[in-house]
T-cell receptor, first 119, second 112 residues
Framework: GAVVSQHPSWVICKSGTSVKIECRSLDFQATTMFWYRQFPKQSLMLMATSNEGSKATYEQGVEKDKFLINHASLTLSTLTVTSAHPEDSSFYIC???????????????FGPGTRLTVT | QQQVKQSPQSLIVQKGGISIINCAYENTAFDYFPWYQQFPGKGPALLIAIRPDVSEKKEGRFTISFNKSAKQFSLHIMDSQPGDSATYFCAATIFGNEKLTFGTGTRLTIIP
C-alpha cells in the first residue's frame, strides 16, 4: 500500500512553454501533498504544501505564479511550471501524506520523480 | 532554526562492513525522525523512522540510534551490501506540521 505515482517520468520542453506534472496517491487519500525540487547531488528542497480544496502554501523564494499547484481531489495534485526556462530544469518530486486506514500517519510517501529538461 | 546537519557527505564501506551516518538537529520540538533511501533517478523511499521516546530501533540490518540530550541520531547499516549503495537522507518533523526538514544527504558506496 501507500503508492504514489507521478506522470510524466521525464519531459523535455522548449523555453517559454508550460509543463504540467501530475502526482497521484493510488491506494490512499492524501490530505496533504508536497512538491519538492532536487538538483543533482543535492538534498530535496520543499517548494510548496498543498491541501485538498485549498490554496497551496509556498516556501519562501518560490514563485507562486511560476509554479502553479492544484490539489483538486484527495488523490491528485498537479504542478504546472509556467513559461519554463532552462534554469527550471530539475528533478521534481511529490510526496503525499495523510490518513491510511483511517489513522493519522507521520509518514510521507514519495513519488518516483519527474525529470524536467528545458531547452 | 530548523536545520538538520548530516555527515559524512560521502562514505565508502567494504561489503559486509557497518555503514554509519550521523545527523544532528537543533529544534527540540522535532518528534519524528525518518531516514530515506534514494537511488539515482528515483524518489526517496522511507527506510526506518524513530520517535524520541526510544533510544534505538532496529529493522533487519538497519538500526537507528537516538540521543535526545545530544540532539543526534544515526543510521547503522549492518552487513552492508552492494545493493545498499544509494544516497541516504535523514529528516525530522513536528507532529501536526507534516513538513519534513531534510539533511544534506550521504552518498554511500559499498565496494566488494
Amino acid at each position: 500500500g501507500a503508492v504514489v505515482s507521478q506522470h510524466p517520468s521525464w519531459v523535455i520542453c522548449k523555453s517559454g512553454t508550460s509543463v504540467k506534472i501530475e502526482c497521484r496517491s493510488l491506494d490512499f487519500q492524501a490530505t496533504t501533498m508536497f512538491w519538492y525540487r532536487q538538483f543533482p547531488k543535492q538534498s530535496l528542497m520543499l517548494m510548496a504544501t498543498s491541501n485538498e480544496g485549498s490554496k497551496a502554501t509556498y516556501e519562501q523564494g518560490v514563485e507562486k505564479d511560476k509554479f502553479l499547484i492544484n490539489h483538486a481531489s484527495l488523490t491528485l495534485s498537479t504542478l504546472t511550471v509556467t513559461s519554463a526556462h532552462p534554469e527550471d530544469s530539475s528533478f521534481y518530486i511529490c510526496s503525499a501524506g495523510g490518513s491510511t486506514s483511517g489513522l493519522f500517519s507521520y509518514e510521507q510517501y514519495f513519488g518516483p520523480g519527474t525529470r524536467l529538461t528545458v531547452t | 532554526q530548523q536545520q538538520v546537519k548530516q555527515s559524512p557527505q560521502s562514505l565508502i564501506v567494504q561489503k559486509g562492513g557497518i555503514s554509519i551516518i550521523n545527523c544532528a538537529y537543533e529544534n527540540t520540538a522535532f518528534d519524528y525522525f525518518p531516514w530515506y533511501q534514494q537511488f539515482p533517478g528515483k524518489g526517496p523511499a522511507l527506510l526506518i523512522a524513530i520517535r524520541p521516546d526510544v533510544s534505538e530501533k532496529k529493522e533487519g540490518r538497519f538500526t537507528i540510534s537516538f540521543n535526545k540530550s545530544a540532539k543526534q541520531f544515526s543510521l547503522h547499516i549492518m552487513d552492508s551490501q552492494p545493493g545498499d549503495s544509494a544516497t541516504y537522507f535523514c529528516a525530522a518533523t513536528i507532529f501536526g506540521n507534516e513538513k519534513l526538514t531534510f539533511g544534506t544527504g550521504t552518498r554511500l558506496t559499498i565496494i566488494p
